[in-house]
């Protein structure tokens, strides 16, 4: 079966700095993997590059078997691509509703399984704050704002970059109470993360990266009893 996204050799640059170092693995529908590695391993990195926000110098990237390689942004997102970058960037000034409705549209095939109903429903903090400028959101709302806002564009694919971040843990357990329901719904996501703890119940493999190439892949369970790559690429 063809993976919905496949990288390959992927090497990004920042100017002259090289970050990423022949990057690979590939996702496949309905997966939940995540991309963990240190402070400064290159998970951000590699969320951007795949998001189409920081050009390939070497490498290919395929989205459901489709050489995205190189694409814009917004080509990428109406190819089925979300991405929720890791400082959140709302809309202050418009509400919590208007940053919903300004990311409305079908998935790529026109489906509509997303709408402003679905997600009051699957995010029950956020309803009573639809008027709210989203500027005035705690950290943790932001967040949930951030996820849903993705999930109005109908997408494939849900990059998240260090979603339990800087948030209280009993936000970061609604997150993560979150993201599991969206696996059990068949939801593709990819998760870049420091937090080991936060992806044990909502991964269902892993990767780890360390000084911008991929150094380990397994399940999570596997990682989980694998104390000794825990202790020399997780470890603080």
């Given at each position: 079966?063809?993976?919905?996204?496949?990288?390959?050799?992927?090497?990004?640059?920042?100017?002259?700095?090289?970050?990423l170092f022949g990057v690979g693995f590939s996702l496949a529908a309905g997966q939940t993997m995540a991309l963990l590695g240190r402070n400064g391993a290159g998970k951000s990195t590699t969320m951007k590059a795949l998001a189409g926000i920081l050009p390939a110098r070497r490498g290919v990237v395929r989205l459901a078997g489709r050489d995205v390689t190189g694409a814009a942004p917004y080509r990428l997102a109406r190819l089925g691509l979300a991405y929720v970058p890791e400082?959140?960037?709302v809309f202050p000034a418009h509400s919590v509703e208007d940053n919903l409705l300004i990311a409305q549209k079908p998935g790529p095939d026109g489906e509509i399984t997303w709408t402003l109903e679905r997600i009051w429903e699957s995010f029950p903090l956020l309803a009573p704050l639809r008027r709210r400028p989203a500027g005035r959101?705690?950290?943790?709302?932001q967040q949930m704002l951030a996820i849903a806002r993705a999930l109005m564009g109908n997408p494939k694919i849900l990059l998240l970059d260090e979603p339990s971040e800087g948030l209280a843990p009993l936000v970061v357990a609604s997150i993560a109470r979150l993201l599991r329901d969206l696996r059990s719904q068949g939801a593709t996501i990819l998760i870049a993360e420091q937090n080991l703890h936060f992806c044990l119940s909502i991964a269902?493999?892993?990767l780890i990266i360390d000084k911008g190439q991929i150094v380990y892949s397994d399940t999570i369970a596997g990682l989980e009893?694998?104390?000794e790559i825990r202790q020399r690429y997780l470890a603080l």
């Open positions: 079966m063809t993976p919905l996204l496949e990288v390959r050799d992927l090497d990004v640059h920042y100017g002259v700095s090289q970050i400082d959140r960037q959101l705690s950290g943790g709302e269902s493999d892993a009893a694998n104390e």
